[in-house]
């Protein structure tokens, strides 16, 4: 076990960090659809799928390290889908926390910028946390992603660099 964690290096703790972001970001926008208020049933079926594809590419990417290297084209295999899927990540992040802010940002302005005729019935209590709970989870799908964006330049395992080995020179 202790050879297992010894193989893993910085990307591998970051990747960690950002696959429980991404998860409690997921927990937030589901909660503002969910919860009453303002946002409620305005799901968005374009960031569910982007953060769970990024969840499974940042298991995917945590466990192909494990896989046994049989040979060189094995390794070489591992190395570069665990690369491609660590810079998808930020991507589907990205698009996720996109598609959460453009859902919502119409919602936002009506209920902070409305006219005062109108901001009487539309703040509410309700409303009022349906949108701080909005702001607070494009903001951790903000730092989701950039927590991503900074792991996918550390590699997942350590390298291993192989020691020439001295020739005995026959006499």
């Known amino acids: 076990m ?4 010894k193989k893993y290096w910085i990307g591998a703790i970051v ?5 429980v972001l991404t998860i409690v970001s997921l927990a937030m926008f589901s909660a503002n659809v969910t919860g009453e208020g303002y946002f409620k049933g305005m799901d968005n079926s374009t960031v569910v ?6 969840i499974v590419f940042e298991v995917v990417t945590l466990v192909l390290p494990l896989v046994p290297a049989k040979n060189k084209w094995v390794e070489t295999g591992v190395r570069v889908v665990s690369d491609v899927l ?11 926390l996109l598609g959460f802010v453009g859902d919502r940002i119409e919602g936002l302005a009506y209920i902070y910028f409305s006219n005062e005729d109108v901001i009487q019935e539309v703040q509410t209590p309700a409303n009022l946390a349906s ?8 903001i951790m ?6 927590v991503s964006l900074i792991g996918s330049f550390f590699g997942i395992t350590r390298s291993v660099k192989e020691e020439p080995k001295a020739e005995v020179a026959a006499e």
Do not use: Q
Not at 49 to 54: E, F, I, K, R, T
Not at 87 to 96: H, M
């Open 2 to 5: 202790l050879a297992l964690i």
């Open 15 to 19: 990747t960690v960090v950002t696959l």
């Open 49 to 54: 799928a982007m953060a769970v594809l990024a």
């Open 86 to 96: 660590r810079v998808l990540i930020p991507i589907f992040l990205v698009v996720a």
């Open 131 to 138: 949108a701080e709970l909005a702001i607070n989870g494009m």
């Open 141 to 146: 799908f903000g730092v989701t992603w950039v």
